[in-house]
């Protein structure tokens, strides 16, 4: 069982920035996408930032320019840098891991809070 374990939320003014991370139990380069999501009080679970295998990286439209996805995978961890944070950015951000191995294996860690203030 892979676990997933995200820290470096927090409480930010608007304008700044935060990294989180997200610490792998197992080998993230065996994982075909990790991604980060985000869910709002009151909303749906979005996806934020997705980061395949192969390199390529997608991102939210609200959040292009601002967020970078990055793998590290000899440290087994993923990062979120958040710059130019907005009160909108708040939310509880969750890692996600995602592998195909005959059948689809999806992981989520237990989230980290992130608070931007105005």
């Known amino acids: 069982q892979v676990q997933l374990v995200e820290s470096g939320g927090g409480l930010v003014q608007a304008g700044g920035s935060l990294r989180l991370s997200c610490a792998a139990s197992?080998?993230?380069?065996?994982?075909?996408?990790m991604a980060w999501y985000r869910q709002a009080p009151g909303k749906q679970r979005e996806l934020v930032a997705a980061?395949?295998?192969?390199?390529?990286?997608n991102y939210l439209d609200s959040v292009k320019g601002r967020f970078t996805i990055s793998r590290d995978n000899a440290k087994n961890t993923v990062y979120l840098q958040m710059n130019s944070l907005k009160p909108e950015d708040t939310a509880v951000y969750y890692c996600?891991?995602?592998?195909?191995?005959?059948?689809?294996?999806?992981?989520w860690g237990q989230g980290t809070q992130v608070i931007v203030s105005s």
């Open positions: 996600h891991a995602m592998r195909i191995v005959q059948t689809t294996q999806s992981y």
């Open positions: 980061a395949a295998a192969s390199g390529t990286t």
């Open positions: 197992g080998r993230i380069s065996s994982f075909n996408v």
